[in-house]
């Protein structure tokens, strides 16, 4: 049995039901980095907030998403929110939105725990002061002591991380998580990630339309394209060898470093024409 | 880094921008130092990428080019004259010859006004008309929304009715309708898809090979500046880290910050 497996997973949203994600079916297995690219409207954020349960009310949700064992299509919330947090949670782009401005971040982080396992929550503040160690937060405690608007950027998104990982869940939902950061910080988030998620053993669903990015993180990679899985495969195979002529495109479009200056850059167009010019 | 790094023969004309020590602070008693002392020249027929990482002064640098903003010491010069103690009125030659495009073309188009006059406001200013000369907007609008492969039709229409990567040439129409000489982009394509990057930035080299525009390229992207930019600066807590060719820059950079940022660009690994 696999951690996750989404099959025929269909959502729509609003009275005319417009499709966001289209029989959507593929599965995770424990320990397995699977990243999901396509451009904004594809259905990736979708496809994530599904498993997360955090769609809203208009979405309309068919086909049948099991993380490890437990139907999630049609849970009720209450049972939801104990998984979330739990056994799945999630690193969101923007970590200054994702955080309470009003709370120091390191209660923001014991809130999880208190919330999950209330056994460990009388030394909460011990547990997590040690994960914002584990994730390279060298002044763990300064930081748990200060809000989000008195740390930077970086530091924010150590503590999402901390926060998605204190409970050691199984499954961590990444949706764009370094795309507001800056370069160099960004590839210490995504080496921090890496190490943070060997150590856990937790898989990993990483939302990005970077694929480079995502070929530093993931083992596999989905495709998707106007809520379709187009392509799927090990990341070796898709960005050596892509068959859709879709994912053709976006490749091509992210080997700028194999373009000569000054050339004209390939385009997705080139391989994939569509009906609309975007 | 004090050394100009720029071609010979850029050096010996006069150059098109004179940027020397500028500073802008902000905040009670200039607190914070966005731009510390940069000193930049700008030849006609450059092609310069602006890059560091956010907070390093790339904005504020390209605001004072534009005359947006005033510095709080140092001077701009543009073609000879200075222009960072002038006041708005006597500006029309700078707007008439450096235009902006900007990173997000939803919150850069007013949604209320059609295309056409998006396009065409810059030729009705008060202020540019002397520096323009008599123009016929029509014609002009239809030129350029030629030019950056939009449909004449696109003229009646509302910015919310194309995607990202239309509004962006809707954006780039309106900068070119003046017919500058400058095109200072600040993140151009950061707000956009990736599918749709490349057309816009082979849009935007097309453009500037065709008009010989003097190209200001602001980005935290370094792939895509080392792709279109001949000169790179590199900024760092608002002064210049390093400056030269973008060759050099990116293919052995001298100071340590620089080789950190160039080996932090995410590479497809397989």
């Known amino acids: ?71 999630l299509v049609g849970l009720p919330e209450s049972q939801h929110a104990r998984l979330r947090g739990d056994l799945v949670s999630m690193v969101f782009q923007e970590p200054m939105t994702a955080l309470d401005p009003t709370m120091q971040v390191g209660r923001q982080v014991a809130e999880v725990l208190r919330l999950h396992a209330p056994e460990r929550s009388g030394r909460a503040r011990q547990h997590v002061l040690e994960m914002l160690g584990r994730v390279g937060l060298t002044d763990a405690e300064r930081v748990a002591d200060s809000f989000p608007h008195q740390l930077s950027g970086g530091q924010r998104q150590r503590c999402l991380l901390a926060m998605a990982l204190i409970n050691s869940p199984d499954l961590v939902i990444c949706d764009e998580p370094t795309t507001a950061l800056d370069v160099t910080v960004q590839a210490r988030v995504l080496a921090l990630l890496d190490e943070v998620l060997s150590a856990e053993g937790a898989a990993c669903l990483f939302i990005s339309h970077d694929l480079a990015v995502v070929s530093q993180v993931c083992s596999d990679v989905l495709v998707m394209l106007d809520g379709d899985i187009v392509e799927a495969g090990p990341v070796a195979k898709l960005f050596t060898a892509p068959e859709h ?34 | 880094m004090s050394a100009p790094t720029l071609p010979p ?181 950061s707000a956009l898809d990736v599918s749709v990057r490349a057309q816009v930035l082979n849009l935007l080299a097309g453009l500037v090979a065709a008009n010989d525009l003097t190209l200001i390229f602001v980005s935290h992207d370094l792939a895509v500046v080392r792709h279109l930019c001949d000169t790179v600066v590199v900024l760092r807590a608002g002064r210049i880290d390093e400056q030269g060719p973008a060759e050099q820059v990116f293919g052995e950079p001298r100071s340590e910050y620089t080789r950190a940022l160039v080996s932090a660009i995410p590479r497809i690994r397989v």
């Open chain 1, 1 to 71: 049995m696999s951690l996750l497996e989404v099959s025929d997973l269909t959502v729509s949203f609003g009275r005319r039901r417009r499709v966001a994600v289209d029989h959507a079916s593929f599965s995770l297995e424990a320990g397995q980095r699977l990243g999901i690219i396509g451009e904004s409207g594809s259905g990736k954020t979708v496809t994530a907030l599904s498993v997360m349960g955090l769609l809203p009310e208009t979405a309309q949700v068919a086909g049948s998403v099991r993380l490890a064992g437990r139907e």
């Open chain 2, 9 to 189: 023969d850029a050096a010996a004309s006069t150059p098109l921008y004179r940027v020397r020590g500028l500073t802008r602070t902000f905040g009670r008693a200039g607190r914070v130092k966005a731009l510390d002392g940069v000193d930049l020249d700008v030849s006609a027929g450059q092609r310069l990428g602006i890059v560091g990482e956010s907070g390093s002064g790339k904005s504020t640098l390209i605001r004072l080019m534009a005359a947006l903003d005033r510095p709080t010491t140092g001077s701009i010069s543009f073609e000879g004259q200075e222009i960072t103690r002038l006041p708005e009125p006597r500006l029309g030659f700078l707007r008439a010859s450096v235009q902006l495009v900007f990173q997000d073309p939803r919150s850069s188009l007013d949604p209320r006004m059609t295309v056409g006059s998006i396009v065409t406001e810059p030729l009705r200013s008060r202020h540019l008309r002397g520096a323009l000369g008599p123009v016929q907007a029509g014609v002009r609008l239809r030129e350029v929304l030629d030019a950056v492969d939009l449909p004449p039709d696109a003229a009646g229409r509302y910015p919310h009715e194309f995607s990202g990567g239309q509004r962006q040439r809707i954006a780039i129409a309106r900068a070119l309708a003046p017919g500058p000489r400058v095109l200072i982009a600040d993140e151009p394509v």
């Open chain 1, 245 to 278: 002529p879709y994912t053709r495109g976006l490749v091509a479009t992210a080997r700028i470093d194999q373009v000569r200056p000054g050339e004209r850059l390939p385009t997705v167009e080139d391989f994939y024409p569509r009906a609309e010019a975007r």
